[in-house]
C-alpha cells in the first residue's frame, strides 16, 4: 500500500523542487508545522493586481511534503488569492473527505490522492498549502491596514 504513496512521481516531484530558498522582500511570510511528523515550512510571496508575482520557500518535509510543495511552487506564480484558497481547500477535501482531485493547473495534486488513507500524513501534504494561505491572510491584512 505505501508504494502507492510513495510512487515514482511523487519522488520525482520531491526530488525536483524549485523556487527554493527566500525572497529579499517578500509582502508575506509564513510558515507551518506539522506536530505528527516534524515537518516545517516557510514561504514568502509578493503579490501584485491580485495575483502572486514571486514565491520561495524553505522547507525540510517528507517526500510528500516536499511533492505538495514542488506543486505549490510549479503553479503558484499567476494565482489569485482565491484561485489558491480553492486549490487548498480541493486538496483538503480529496484527502480528508474523499472528494475528487483538483482540476485545472492543480491537477497534479491527484498524485498525492492515495495519501487519503494515511492520516498521519496529511498535516505534511497540506503544509505549503497551509502556509501560502497564512501568508496571503497576511498581506491582506497589511493592505488593508
Known sequence: MLDQV??????ELAGNIPRLGRLERPDATASAYSKLCGSTITVDLALRD???TDYAHELKACALGQASASIMARNVIGSTPQELREARAALRRMLKENGPPPEGKW???AVLEPV????ARHGSTLLA???VVEAL????AEKAV
Open 107 to 109: 491537477a497534479d495534486l
Open 6 to 11: 510513495y510512487n515514482a512521481k511523487i519522488l
Open 129 to 131: 498549502f497551509d502556509a
Open 137 to 140: 491572510a497576511q498581506a491582506e
Open 116 to 119: 487519503r488513507d494515511y492520516k
Open 50 to 52: 491580485g495575483k502572486v
